[in-house]
Structure formats: C-alpha cells, structure tokens
C-alpha cells in the first residue's frame, strides 16, 4: 500500500476553528510526509480556538476561490463551532465540498465540520458521526447518526470531538493510501 508521502492534502478552515481539529491532523499529515495546503476565505491569519478560548493563528496558504480539486488527494474539515458555521455560508467553500464529495476522493470532518456536508447536500444515506449539537441537523439532511470515535462510510470519514483525533487521523490516513493504491 503507498504511503501518504505522494498526497496531497487540503484542509479548508475560518476563524473559529478548534484549533486541535486544525493542528493535529495537518501535523500528522506532514510527519507522514504528505503535501498539505491550508485554504481560507482570504490569506489573511486566522484565529483558531481552545474550546471557548483563543488559540494560535495560522496563515492560509491559498484563498478557497483559487483550489483547483484535482491538485489534491483527501480534503480535511476541522471543527469549532464559528469555523463551518462561517464557511456554510460561502458558496466556494460548499462547492469544494460538494466537490470532494462527488469526485470519491476522501472527505474528513471533525465535530462541527460536517455541518458543511450537510449544507453540501451530501449527507442524504450517508452514515456520520459528529458533535451532539449538529446531529440534528445532519439526520435532517438525510444521515443516520451514531455515537462512535470515528465512522467511515465510502469516501466519508467522521468524528464527534477532539479526544477522537487519533481515530480520525489513522481512518483519513488510510482511506488517501487506499485510494492511491487504487489509481496506482
């Protein structure tokens, strides 16, 4: 099986993400050698979050409206509560999800992330996983929700919380060497 040093990876962030849910997957994708571009709505710094505390700023390498969807291999949504809320309201943010979704490629989504797949209109049959205060929503949008660490369902990998991470990294992980293999 490749390993992720081939891949390229997208993680799509605002103000207002849970700054673990940004930090610790792009690290861990960057220790397995991965290629990872942090895209925004401006490439000015954005403000993450430690729960309801100010986190660290990170400088977006790109603007949302410039990703091209065949440059990457796997896009990555971390949470926070004002991050996707955000992001759901902005058209080039959706498409690129409705995108990731459409194209096979794997789609990550972390605790509020999956708000954005259900504003994608990509959750209709879908089983998910997320943060207490979205399932709602996203049984609404169609997904049948349940309780678990991580949840994989075809190209969709999801999780509820920040204690899940390492669940979530390692079903990413395998789901981009997965795919490679298969277009190797």
Not at 131 to 149: C, E, F, H, M, Y
Request: charged share 25%.
């Amino acid at each position: 099986m490749p390993s992720l040093s081939q891949s390229h990876i997208l993680i799509v962030a605002t103000d207002g993400f849970e700054q673990s849910e940004l930090f610790e997957p792009r690290q861990a994708m960057i220790d397995a050698r991965a290629r990872v571009t942090l895209a925004s709505l401006e490439t000015d710094p954005i403000q993450g979050m430690k729960h309801d505390e100010k986190g660290d700023r990170i400088t977006p390498d790109m603007r949302i409206g410039d990703v091209r969807i065949a440059d990457y291999d796997g896009l990555i949504l971390p949470g926070g509560v004002a991050n996707p809320d955000t992001l759901r309201t902005h058209e080039e943010a959706v498409a690129i999800v409705r995108d990731f979704m459409r194209s096979g490629k794997p789609v990550a989504a972390i605790c509020h992330g999956p708000w954005l797949l259900a504003e994608a209109d990509c959750l209709a049959g879908r089983t998910v996983t997320a943060w207490p205060s979205v399932r709602t929503d996203l049984t609404n949008a169609g997904a049948t929700v349940v309780d678990q660490a991580v949840v994989v369902d075809g190209n969709l990998i999801t999780s509820r919380k920040p204690d899940d991470i390492p669940a979530f990294v390692d079903a990413f992980s395998k789901a981009v060497m997965e795919a490679a293999s298969q277009t190797a």
